[in-house]
């Protein structure tokens, strides 16, 4: 692997790290979702699995570390790739304007942190041997919140990351 390849990983987690330390007081209002899935546009499947997996790896030791960290990167590591292979593209080849693909991107990053939370909560369920619809339902507010923020921090962080590359091109 290239040293470019591991500091932008190293640089990207250090920076979903400290951002989830900065807003773990908050109940599921996280931007790392969104810093994953923009990720995986614009530096592949690996490089964002990559990013999460040490991102949740370092951030359990300071936030707890358990079984649930496996559950953690088992869900996010499905929603990236359902991110990259099916959600996104599909906004690519819809004719909408970039307003309005931006609008959708936004609103299916939140249905990917729903879909997240979803699969946390089975595997939680399936390792605490609770019943798997009783625990959904009752994370469903943590779910929707998580949506919430993923919906608003996703068009900050794509602007962010494309203000970033074009600079990088320039130089």
């Not at 099916?86 to 990053?109: D, E, G, H, W």
């Given at each position: ?10 640089i990207l987690s250090a ?157």
């Open positions: 692997m290239p040293l470019k390849k591991i500091s932008r990983i190293a920076l979903a790290i400290v951002l989830r330390i900065a807003f773990a007081g908050f109940p599921n209002i996280q931007p790392i979702t969104a810093i994953f899935l923009v990720c995986a546009v614009f530096y592949g499947l690996w490089e964002s699995v990559l990013i999460m997996s040490v991102t949740m790896l370092v951030t359990s030791f300071l936030l707890g570390f358990g079984p649930w960290v496996l559950g953690q990167i088992i869900s996010f590591g499905s929603i990236l790739f359902l991110w990259k292979f099916i959600c996104y593209p599909l906004t690519k080849f819809l004719p909408l304007s970039r307003l309005n693909k931006m609008i959708l991107q936004a609103v299916l990053a939140g249905l990917m942190s729903i879909i997240y939370g979803i699969i946390v909560d089975a595997y939680s369920a399936l390792l605490f041997a609770a019943p798997l619809f009783a625990y959904i339902l009752a994370g469903m507010t943590f779910n929707l919140m998580h949506a919430v923020s993923t919906v608003l921090f996703y068009p900050i962080i794509v602007s962010i990351f494309r203000r970033l590359l074009s600079d990088e091109k320039i130089m």
